[in-house]
């Protein structure tokens, strides 16, 4: 079965630099490259009324310009474009489904927290249930991440259910020849959280911090056994989770995050994922688990 990257294009040069990221992607996998606009006429929603099919025009048009440059620097690259007339958020959803990642173009931090990715993206990623990865546009501020630099994943579900965060990190390294680092931060629980069979276990450890590691140890075992030719860096840190990994990331050229799929609510994506999309220096791929 044929794979496909998909990239949701909404005309921004976020969305371009998905575009590229994407194309760089799906050139190495040897993966067919569809670039889709979710596109809605709704003449309401602007002070005048306009002319929906100058509009629809414009939409193919940034789909053309698109896959011209996605083609310029791939020219083997199997590159297909749609325009699908729906709402954003379900279209994506449904695209994301159909695709082995989905990538989105990212406006990365700003001021209003909770809007600084765009809505769009934000509602898609709580939703969906496939990868998706998260692009920045380089600018001057936000240089771009080196070619060859680390996979960062962030381990905060060291049990079974965070397998589908490190084979997605583990299969981005293969991929790419470049190490993994996995990075698991732990913070001290209050003493009165602490049970006997706890305590006993960190005195057997020989501290808090060495039981951590061997956490993330036992963590990382089966995917070094599946991978054997990844390199593996193993950072344990004790802090905030967020900051831990951000530190972590100044050299990365992609940051693997989780997001658990069965909590209800709106911050279903968590506050370190948050965290890693507003402000990590990188492409972000969410890997939804159980």
């Known amino acids: 079965m044929s794979v496909t990257i998909t990239v949701g294009l909404d005309g ?4 371009l630099a998905a575009a590229d990221w994407a194309a760089h992607e799906a050139a190495r996998r040897g993966a067919a490259l569809r670039l889709v606009y979710a596109w809605v006429w709704r003449p309401g929603d602007t002070g005048f009324v306009g002319d929906r ?10 789909l053309g310009d698109a896959a011209a440059r996605v ?14 007339v729906g709402d954003p958020v379900p279209t994506l959803v449904d695209e994301a489904a159909r695709a082995e990642v989905l990538v989105l ?13 765009g809505s769009v993206s934000l509602h898609v990623l709580r939703r969906t249930t496939r990868p998706v990865v998260m692009v920045r546009e380089t600018r001057p501020e936000n ?10 994943v962030g381990v905060q579900d060291a049990e079974a259910a965070g397998g589908p965060v490190l084979d997605f990190a583990f299969a981005s390294a293969a991929e790419r020849g470049v190490p993994v680092r996995a990075v698991y931060a732990w913070e001290v629980p209050p003493v009165l959280m602490w049970s006997p069979g706890s305590l006993w ?8 911090e060495p039981l951590h590691r061997q956490i993330l140890a036992d963590a990382l075992a089966p995917w070094r056994e599946k991978y054997p030719r ?9 802090g905030p989770a967020s900051e831990v990994l951000l530190s972590a990331t100044g050299g990365a050229q992609l940051l693997v ?23 990590a220096p990188c492409a972000v791929a969410v890997v939804p688990h159980a």
């Open 201 to 208: 276990m960190a005195e057997q450890q020989g501290g808090l």
């Open 71 to 84: 083609s310029g620097a791939h020219p083997a690259l199997d590159v297909s474009t749609e325009v699908v």
């Open 230 to 238: 990844v390199e593996v860096v193993e950072q344990v840190e004790s």
């Open 53 to 62: 099919d100058a509009e629809e025009r414009a939409v193919r048009a940034v």
């Open 105 to 117: 173009g990212s406006r990365g931090y700003g001021t209003l927290a909770g809007y600084l990715i």
């Open 143 to 152: 240089p771009a991440p080196q070619p060859a630099g680390e996979i960062v």
């Open 12 to 15: 921004t040069g976020h969305s």
């Open 257 to 279: 995050v989780g997001r658990r799929t069965h909590e209800p609510g709106v911050r279903r994506l968590g506050s370190v994922t948050h965290a890693a999309l507003h402000h």
